[in-house]
């Protein structure tokens, strides 16, 4: 989405049917508008004070959450109860740096997968997320 205008924004939350309000597009433009990166709700709501934009973190924790049923974001849990959420929704992996709450995308064919258990009867396997685990090496 890059730094599109106010306007791509109101489109783009029509496209994927959320109604495009004045907080979904304030979230969406401090989202979006700085590339791609992975972000949690408490770094998106700390952002949008900065930027003077009234939104209790309830209200964050919300949006990102109608964002990612709308295909927009990619949630990734890495840190127990902490949910990560990345501007690029397409099939990728990642790196998280321990301890620096960071992630790198990882080269899309870095990891290569070749067989998967068999889901459950009843169940089919929707997606796979990998997170390679990192530590600085020490000097």
């Known amino acids: 989405m890059g730094s599109c205008p106010w306007r791509d924004y109101e489109t783009l939350l029509r496209e994927v049917n959320l109604r495009p309000t004045r907080q979904r597009l304030a979230l969406g433009w401090i989202l979006f508008s700085k590339g791609g990166r992975t972000i949690t709700a408490e770094m998106l709501h700390e952002e949008a004070a900065r930027a003077k934009i009234p939104v209790s973190l309830a209200t964050v924790y919300n949006t990102l959450n109608q964002f990612t049923e709308a295909g927009l974001l990619r949630q990734i849990g890495v840190e127990g109860m902490k949910s990560y959420f990345d501007t690029d929704p397409s099939a990728h992996d990642h790196f998280f740096i321990e301890g620096e709450s960071l992630f790198m995308d990882i080269p899309e064919d870095g990891i290569v997968l ?24 020490e000097d």
């Open 114 to 137: 070749d067989k998967l258990p068999e889901p459950p009867e009843g169940y089919a396997i929707d997606r796979v997320d990998v997170v390679v685990r990192l530590r600085r090496e």
